[in-house]
């Protein structure tokens, strides 16, 4: 059974800094590429980075370049974002995600962040 569950969200101040980490179970983790998106208050869902462990390809929406980095542990099975400079915009709960064949086919249960002074 696939499993994904998030954890490390918070309230942090503005400029503050978060680490989210995604634990990975019933798959083989280290040839998947996986996913972070978010959902902000009363919006939809919003694609933030995804990385190709195979290949270690990363990506960024262009909100979040420069300002987050997505990284994993293989052996750990462990997804992480790294988040930096953190602007109320970004207050959301993020979802890990696993792609397969370009389709999101498991979710996480999703970690709040908020971001607030």
């Known amino acids: 059974e696939v499993q994904l569950v998030e954890s490390g969200g918070g309230l942090v101040q503005p400029g503050g800094s978060l680490r989210l980490s995604c634990a990975a179970s019933?798959?083989?983790?280290?040839?998947?590429?996986m996913s972070w998106v978010r959902q902000a208050p009363g919006k939809g869902l919003e694609w933030v980075s995804s990385?190709?462990?195979?290949?270690?390809?990363?990506y960024y929406a262009d909100s979040v370049k420069g300002r987050f980095t997505i990284s994993t542990d293989n052996a750990k099975n462990t997804l992480y974002l790294q988040m930096n400079s953190l602007k109320s915009e970004d207050t959301a709960v993020y979802y890990c995600?696993?792609?397969?064949?370009?389709?999101?086919?498991?979710w996480g249960q999703g970690t709040q962040v908020t971001v607030s002074s």
């Open positions: 019933g798959f083989t983790f280290s040839s998947s590429a």
């Open positions: 990385i190709y462990s195979y290949s270690s390809n990363t």
């Open positions: 995600a696993k792609l397969t064949a370009g389709r999101y086919d498991y």
